[in-house]
């Protein structure tokens, strides 16, 4: 069968269901093609925390009602060494600004729901995605459907479709360059039931590796811990968790970490990557598909947003006025938002983590670097800033509807 639609977005994660959201806000059609089906994309356990700008773009747009219900916004981080907790206070180091836990499957839950009470197309279990013709006037998806053929015509592709999805790799070799940095560690992470103990996430350094505390309900505590690159969890018992988290995170004022049954578990390899430029004739890369963050810097999901929005408005642009201005400024204008949180993320992850073959001239560099950030204003205002998300680009400055 074929289909039409104004823009084809492949892969329903929180870049191509918040560019489908904002384009029907705009009055710009699309259809959504997802590899799997809605339960696991609605269960998928990733990232917890959303700066203010995503918060305050949720709430614009529409979705953010559940969020601010059920969301949890925090006014500070600890960053926790030599075996005292330092706070970084939010709102009075960036002019009142702050951050929200608040799971990214509950995002992706919200954004389905609207999606579909608003008659929009998300189609799930799609099977052999490829994206064509986007080099000339006339692009369009190939997908099978429910054991069938189809071809989704479109005016533009939205290749939303992560790390290891087709778009990427459908441009053609030559066409993108790759900045890349892999770490010689994985982050092991579990969500478990029991009530969370202290109000603020916790990054913590420590001589057996970084760990970090954090939560997504007054029930559930979310916890990670780095371990080897080749980690294997058959390794990891819950009773090894629970004695390295004890041990990395608890400190001398008698602070005690509270366990509960682990509902999950995940080894997260850790990463930056960058393709460079984000489109390629009538092809947009967004989030995942087109950049990777280690998660020390919470940034993966927000940037994936940040994305959304350039691109949301530079395609309301192109059909409101015919012009490609704000098309050709989608790319540079998202890569020096992602180019800031590649390097927040790689600065935060270097900082926190045992590096296997640093030596005692490192780790003295690491807490003459973290003394700093937890005593100088300066230092901690540049972390705290970068940490609850620099001011989104200003669109304005791009032509628009
Ligand atoms: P995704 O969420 O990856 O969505 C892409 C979608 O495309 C998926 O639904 C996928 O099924 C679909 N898809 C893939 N291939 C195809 C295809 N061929 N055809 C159709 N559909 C396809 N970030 C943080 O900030 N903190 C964290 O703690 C954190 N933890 C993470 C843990 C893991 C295991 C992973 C993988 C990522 C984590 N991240 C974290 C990063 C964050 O979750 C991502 O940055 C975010 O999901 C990006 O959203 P996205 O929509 O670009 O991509
Ligand atoms: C969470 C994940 C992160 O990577 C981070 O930096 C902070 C919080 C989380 O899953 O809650």
Known sequence: MNRKT????????????????????????????????????EQRVRAGVLEQGVVDLLNE????????????????????????????DFPSLTGGRAI???????????????????????????????????????????????????MLACDFIAGCDGFHG????????????????????????????????????????????????????????????????????????????????HARLETGDGWKLTEGPVLERLLAPMRSFVAEPMRFGRLFLAGDAAHIVPPTGAKGMNLAMADVRTLAHALAGFYATGREDGLAAYSPTCLARIWRAEHFSWWMTSMLHRFPDDDAFGRRLQRSQLEYVTSSRAAAASLAENYVGLPFADLEELPHA
Request: aromatic share 8%.
């Open 166 to 245: 087709v778009s990427r790799q459908a441009i053609p070799a030559g066409a993108l360059s790759a900045f890349e940095r892999t770490y010689p560690f994985a982050w092991l992470g579990i969500l478990a039931q029991a009530p969370p103990t202290h109000d603020e996430l916790i990054y913590a350094y420590h001589d057996h590796g970084f760990a970090l505390y954090s939560m997504r309900s007054p029930q559930i505590t979310r916890l990670y811990l780095q371990v080897a690159p080749d980690a294997d969890l058959a390794a990891w018992p819950d009773a090894r968790i629970w004695s390295e988290l």
């Open 6 to 41: 104004q823009v084809g977005i492949l892969g329903a994660g929180p870049a191509g269901l918040m560019l489908s959201h904002l384009l029907h806000r705009a009055g710009i059609a699309s259809v959504v093609l997802e590899a799997r089906d809605r339960d696991y994309v």
């Open 61 to 88: 747009a529409g979705v953010g009602e559940r969020m601010q219900r059920e969301g949890l916004r925090h006014e500070g981080i600890e960053l926790r060494f030599g075996g005292t907790g330092h706070r970084i």
């Open 100 to 150: 929200m836990v608040y799971g990214q499957q509950e995002v992706v839950k919200d954004l389905i729901r609207a999606r579909l009470a608003d008659g929009g197309t998300i189609l799930f279990d799609v099977a052999n995605a490829m994206p064509q013709g986007f080099d000339t006037g006339k692009p369009s998806i190939r997908y099978t459907h429910a054991g069938a053929e189809h």
